[in-house]
């Protein structure tokens, strides 16, 4: 039979997954302007089994998908890897079409079936690093707790040596007719929005990821399957590759200047630091106006470039609100690798340096001590002390670069 929705990966072996161009914002907070693809996969045999779902708002277009690949037939189990409702608010649609499958999951993902759905019944609970057979399949499962949520798993096909990595290896972006590694052009079309999706979803806790990462290690895998973005079938070392420097925090060397100004002088001011850095011998520089480039952005970069500069102007004795939002999302992010520095500037009373040394202090990152703090505008002289905090960084850098 000609399956003109599901996508064929290989026999009895089925993507259904959907694009999700109607959410602005992944998670209520991240911009996807390029959408989202939910992955699904339906493996068919002496048992058919669905390997992940969807979010509520495609269920339409998944189920049609899901219908057709399974040409009449029913559905027998469903596995759950990851729970959070991306891949699984349309679980109970589901489930009132398909009555008689049961589910597959972890000890963890109890009570969040329960909680969100009211399932207790029918459910195979799976033990960490436990193997199983479904039908004609042998399945091991790996916990990857906090990769990305507390019950996080992924399932081992062991003959065909595929992994199903749930939101490990996945990625912002829909999936445009091209579904593999080797249909696209992963770089131009993707790189950017894998990087941006890791750090929003996944960098905070990128010690557990390289725990995940390394628990893996010894698997032999001919293909992933994530539960965002291409499936890797030709060059999956590429993801793999990609994730572990991710989640090692591995920077280029380059800086990012982020400031927020009222009425522009703390502007000219990033712009005399972006000056020092080129003059201390980095010309990778990227000035960023936090009014106006989303935190989701701002937070990606911030993870890319070795040297990171925040400069704000003061408000009502503190700092510049939106500069204060980026300092608390930072402060979750656990960053270690980045070289920092800070300035600041007020009208008639301070707060924004008080403010951006406390935040450096407290996180114990690496910081220029010398945190420029000036009134109204810059003279000569602290336009030099701008563009020597640049330039320190950019030293700074370089030698960092050298050490390596
Ligand atoms: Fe794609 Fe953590 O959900």
């Not at 398909?98 to 999951?105: A, F, R």
């Not at 793999?240 to 991710?246: A, I, M, R, W």
Request: charged share 25%; proline share 3%.
């Amino acid at each position: 039979m000609e399956h003109l929705l599901s996508q064929k990966i290989d026999d009895n072996f089925y993507y259904i997954g959907v694009n999700d161009r109607i959410t602005h914002k992944f998670e209520g907070m991240w911009p996807i302007p390029n959408g989202v693809a939910y992955n699904s996969y339906l493996v068919k045999g002496k048992a058919n089994i669905l390997i992940d779902s969807v979010k509520l708002n495609r269920i339409t277009v998944f189920l049609e998908r899901l219908y057709d690949a399974l040409e009449g037939e029913d559905l027998d189990y469903i596995i759950i890897d990851h729970i959070e409702p991306d891949h699984s608010s349309g679980l109970t649609t589901i489930m009132d079409n398909y009555p008689n499958t049961k589910i597959v999951c972890n000890k963890r993902t109890l009570p969040f079936l329960k909680n969100y759905y009211n399932i207790e019944d029918n459910i195979i609970v799976v033990k960490d690093k436990e193997t199983i057979t479904l039908g004609d399949k042998r399945y091991t499962f790996y916990t990857t707790p906090m990769v990305h949520w507390p019950e996080s798993m992924v399932c081992y096909d062991e003959d065909d040596k595929i992994l199903f990595s749930q939101d490990i290896f996945g990625g912002f972006g829909t999936l445009d007719g091209a579904i593999f590694d080797d249909q696209i052009d992963f770089d131009s079309q993707y790189l950017d929005e894998t990087r941006r999706y890791y750090i929003n979803i996944v960098g905070k806790y990128s010690k557990q990821a390289l725990a995940a990462l390394n628990k893996l290690s010894h698997l032999d895998i001919k293909m992933i399957c994530p539960d965002h973005g291409p499936i890797w079938r030709k060059d999956p070392s590429k993801i793999l590759n990609l994730y572990t420097s991710l989640a090692k925090q591995e920077t280029v060397d380059g800086v990012l200047i982020v400031y927020g100004s009222m009425y522009g002088n703390t502007e000219q001011m990033a712009e005399l630091v972006a000056q020092g850095v080129v003059e201390g011998g980095i010309g990778v520089v990227k000035v960023s106006d936090i009014t106006k480039v989303d935190m989701s952005y701002i937070l990606s970069d911030t993870w890319k470039y070795k040297g990171v500069i925040l400069g704000s102007c003061s408000y009502d004795n503190n700092i510049f609100p939106p500069m204060g939002y980026l300092l608390s999302d930072l402060s979750h992010q656990k960053m270690k690798n980045n070289i920092w520095g800070a300035f600041g500037s007020f009208s008639w009373s301070g707060g924004a340096v008080k403010r951006l040394k406390g935040f450096l202090e407290e996180e114990k990152l690496n910081y220029i001590e010398t945190i420029p703090e000036i009134q109204g505008a810059a003279n000569p002289k602290e336009a030099e002390e701008l563009k020597e905090l640049g330039r320190e960084v950019a030293r700074r850098i370089l030698k960092a670069s050298e050490e390596k």
